[in-house]
């Protein structure tokens, strides 16, 4: 095998050697996504929100301890009018009380625990399956991915109201009950989404390439094919946990979820329905929060979406120089 | 390449003589079923993308297989590689059966047969680091674990000439060449006995070219590598390949060493490749004599009966249609010169430019 001896002119470029001092340093795909989101302002803001969010459910006894109330405390003489009407907002009561007395601002603040922990809890265990049943129905195909995908169209044509209704008539509320009907119901989409993914990348050569080192099914799916489904899935799941969220805040709404006495936003927003007229502050804080948690996520997971994938790019439009 | 030496991790004798033969495929078919539903009536058609292909590669030679896109030679690679599942026939590897092994029995004959691939865009995985996509094949097998593998990864980045220190780097961060000397370590790093090149080098640049095939020259040589060598660039094979099989729509037409087959090709449709390799020396070139055949290749779901060159042959006639052409030695030519052919072309023959070729 030889090759015309014009190529020996031709400098082997091995780049190895003096190396001049890098002026463009290389960047990972991660840090480019961190650094659109950095200079995105919708992004920070969200996120900054998000994190305020997290912090206010993590230091919920701490800011109890502060104000002096726990949320199951009822203030009969202090927290009622002499009709027994609640009170409104004041120095005592930041948000007011509910038609038991109890302080609404501690009851949001722990009901945030609650919408975290769900939203948060059957998210990450909807990706985690939906991931799984995914990659797998992509990647094996035929059978296996006509079986699957029926599974989905399935799950994702159950009327989940009257499922959960059902679930709970039988074993009874609770957030662990909640927390899985908010998996089962949300899985598939996810499933669906890292299906049409996988089934496009197993076509890839460099699937074909480990196939050709043999590799296992496990080595392809989770290492060649997962990566590159990744970018899809961290923006699903940003957008699945506002969504789990509301999920559980209907649930406890309809008294399927956490059971009294412990605060939710839904059981909150349940239990002023009678009070509206008379006590604005106890619709409008659990409300408010519930808005401004989901609110603060989807612009979040909108942001994190636009950073992986900057052809729908907004910030040259919204860039100030732009305009001028 | 030129400077790097091969690390003693990699050089190890080969097993085997040179000369006697590595694989064998005999009678190779693939048929890929094509389902297409018109609304109600539903017909199964199918591809024929290799239709009995037999051949040899021996130990340590060069086999070159040419022939337009889409007559099955990248099919015939991945039917080698097992990488497709045959429809029919056998790949003999070192004397072993291996077409019909399951995923498991194919295992330890997967570190012994590797592939280069074409698109050194496609053949690499965007989100994993170049370290660990070369230190794939020693995961996979189990040969070497954590500082251990690392070494070895750069030794063979070394080997394939990149800086070893770019060991973390993403392939976007290559150029072409430099992606495909990756996929090269990636193909080597096994010490297999026979490499796939699948044009290896027709998405490079022409001036990286060159570079890429003393590389891969050097690699056989130090190695003792086999390589099947798939182009559909003429003059890149003639200067790689020992030998040269020429394919036509799923079949071979004609196989020779390589000087032989350029300078006596027997097929018509060898000598109408042969005469579209451009020269680059225009006074040459304009006295050569170019057979521009007509129309396009048939259809594979459909190939012509007989030999399936006839419907486009300046040669053909009646029995060409009927009769599928035995590959067999014509004229005076040597045993390892057979061609696919009822009328085949003598030396100093001018073939009539598109006569009586039908569309």
Partial sequence: ?324 | MTGATVPASLAAPPGGRAGDVLVRIEHVVKHFPVKSSALFRRRAETVHAVDGVTVEIRRGETLGLVGETGCGKSTLARCITRLYELTSGRVIFDGVDVSRFSRAELRPFRRRMQMIFQDPYGSLNPRRRVGSIIGDPFAIHGVAEGEDRKRRVQDLMAVVGLNPEHYNRFPSEFSGGQRQRIGIARAIALRPDLVVCDEPVSALDVSIRAQVLNLLADLQRDLGLTYLFISHDLSVVRHTSDRVAVMYLGKIVEIAPAHDLYQHPRHPYTVALLSAVPVPDPDVADAQQRIILSGDPPSPLDPPTGCRFHPRCPKAQAICAAQDPALVPHLADAPDHRAACHFPVADGEILATAAGAAP
């Avoid at chain 1, 998996?183 to 890839?204: C, E, M, N, P």
């Avoid at chain 1, 900057?310 to 910030?315: G, I, L």
């Fill in chain 1, 1 to 324: 095998m030889t090759v015309p001896p014009v190529a020996e002119s031709v400098p082997v470029r091995t780049e190895s050697g003096s190396n001049p001092p890098r002026a463009i340093q290389g960047r990972t795909p991660w840090a480019l996504v961190f650094e659109r989101l950095r200079h995105d302002r919708t992004a920070v803001v969200s996120a900054v929100v998000v994190a305020v969010i997290v912090l206010v459910a993590l230091g919920a006894p701490l800011i109890a301890q502060i104000v002096g109330h726990t949320p199951d405390a009822q203030f009969r003489e202090t927290g009622l009018s002499a009709a027994g009407i609640p009170v409104g907002p004041s120095r005592a009561f930041l948000f007011g009380t509910d038609d038991l007395g109890r302080d609404v601002f501690i009851r949001v603040v722990y009901g945030t625990r609650i919408s975290l922990l769900a939203g948060v809890v059957a998210s990450v265990l909807a990706v985690m399956v939906g991931v799984v049943i995914g990659l797998a129905s992509g990647y094996f195909g035929g059978h296996t991915d006509t079986a699957l995908s029926r599974l989905m169209d399935v799950v994702l044509s159950l009327p989940y109201l009257v499922f959960a209704i059902a679930l709970v008539s039988v074993v009874g509320p609770s957030l662990g009950i909640s927390i899985a009907v908010i998996a089962f119901f949300s899985w598939a989409s996810v499933g669906r989404v890292v299906r049409g993914q996988a089934l496009s990348i197993t076509q890839k050569e460099y699937v074909e390439a480990a196939r050709s080192l043999g590799a296992g099914d496990a080595h392809i799916m989770f290492i060649e094919i997962l990566p590159n489904v990744l970018a899809a899935v961290i923006v699903y799941t940003t957008l699945l946990i506002p969504a789990a969220i509301t999920f559980e805040a209907t649930l406890s709404f309809l008294g399927l979820g956490v059971v009294p006495p412990t605060p939710t936003w839904g059981n909150m927003l349940s239990e002023s329905m009678a009070y509206y007229k008379v006590a604005w502050w106890f619709v409008v804080f659990p409300g408010a929060a519930l808005l401004l948690t989901t609110l603060a996520f989807n612009l979040l997971g909108d942001s994190v979406r636009d950073a992986f994938d900057p052809r729908h790019d907004q910030t040259f439009a919204a860039h100030p120089d732009a305009g001028a």
